[in-house]
């Protein structure tokens, strides 16, 4: 198994360039979410998603938009980027009924 | 609302120290509480949860629900014991199965 994959792993835009960053996992798994990593603020829930269909937000969407086609891909789409969204953002999947989650290896977006 | 709270965001050892890395939280239902791990250039990674009891590389937590606290303890601090370390919290119940993340403690242990 691959586990939680994630691409690209860095990326450089533009300010109002729109782009896609891709989550995969390979565990069967229900539950996917989107987090962005800062420094001094921790790790902050983006968007989630319970299953295929079905997405929720998190504590920051604003600026991201996502979608659960397959339970193996739950793509997080920036629409217009701008330098308040740089930052490491990691996709993380897990269980529906279990409690750990399992983390791709982030990728470091910069908006300039 | 849920929170995690991690009061230190940086904390420095000795290898060989005893080491403790607090974690505080509130929530009004029953917490699932867990500790992860980012180590310099890896994916974060879980460490432990409170559910399971165990000990993992060395480290325990206990969850202290009069002190709302779950605490990371290990008694001898190892070199590459140095990461950043999360404390999360779940919600057990119903449908929330949402991670709430403290803003983190980047341990360095100094040889």
């Known amino acids: 198994n691959a586990g939680v994959t994630q691409t690209p792993k860095f990326q450089v835009l533009k300010t109002g360039q729109s782009m896609t960053l891709q989550c995969a996992q390979d565990?069967?798994?229900?539950?996917m979410s989107w987090y962005r990593q800062d420094p001094g603020m921790g790790l902050r829930l983006i968007h989630y998603?319970?299953?295929?269909?079905?997405?929720d937000q998190g504590e920051v969407p604003n600026g991201y938009n996502v979608s659960r086609s397959t339970t193996e891909d739950f793509p997080l789409r920036l629409l217009s980027a701008a330098p308040s969204q740089t930052s490491v953002y990691f996709c993380?999947?897990?269980?529906?009924?279990?409690?750990?989650?399992?983390f791709g290896p982030g990728t470091r977006l910069t908006v300039l | 609302a849920q929170r995690v709270t991690q009061p230190e965001k940086l904390l420095s050892v000795f290898k060989g120290a005893p080491v403790e890395l607090k974690c505080n939280y509130s929530?009004?239902?029953?917490?699932?509480l867990f500790w992860y791990v980012q180590y310099s250039r890896q994916r974060l990674q879980l460490l432990l949860r409170?559910?399971s009891r165990e000990s993992i590389k060395g480290f325990t937590a206990d969850l202290n629900k009069g002190e709302t606290s779950f605490h990371l303890k290990k008694p001898f601090a190892q070199e590459e014991d140095s990461a950043m370390y999360y404390c999360?919290?779940?919600?057990?119940?119903?449908?929330?199965?949402?991670?709430?993340f403290g803003k983190g403690t980047l341990l360095t242990v100094n040889p």
């Open positions: 993380a999947s897990g269980q529906r009924e279990g409690s750990e989650q399992f």
């Open positions: 565990m069967n798994h229900e539950y």
């Open positions: 998603s319970v299953g295929a269909g079905i997405t």
């Open positions: 929530y009004s239902g029953s917490p699932e």
């Open positions: 409170h559910i």
């Open positions: 999360a919290l779940r919600n057990s119940g119903g449908s929330n199965y949402k991670l709430t």
